[in-house]
């Protein structure tokens, strides 16, 4: 694997009538996150009823700024006004240490 050094951090609130379709939705982006190439790992996770974020690593800007212009953007923003409370909170990180796992 390529060494991760670049990371996005989206917090994602759905309205509590639309928490199944978000969690769908980031269930199904899984199979669009392994079709980007520069996206070197991708967690979609549910952290309450209602509050989901989504984790990714990339080893440059360039492959950061593709995933940010990809798929998955593009199928949570066009849904975020039926799906989320507001527009998800999409922070820029860097990667200050990792443990990964061959096994």
Do not use: C
Not at 41 to 57: E, L, N, P, R
């Amino acid at each position: 694997m390529s060494h991760s050094s670049l990371a996005i951090l989206a917090l994602i609130e759905a309205k509590p009538e639309k928490a199944a379709a978000v969690a769908n939705l980031l269930t199904n982006a899984l199979a669009l996150a392994n079709e980007e190439e520069q996206t070197l790992t991708w967690y979609g996770v549910q952290i309450s009823a209602t509050s989901f974020a989504i984790f990714d690593t990339f080893a440059n800007e360039a492959g950061r700024q593709a995933h940010l212009n990809g798929k998955i953007a593009e199928a949570l923003l066009s849904q975020a006004d039926e799906l989320l409370i507001k527009g998800p909170d999409i922070m820029m990180a860097n990667i200050l240490g990792a443990k990964v796992s061959s096994k």
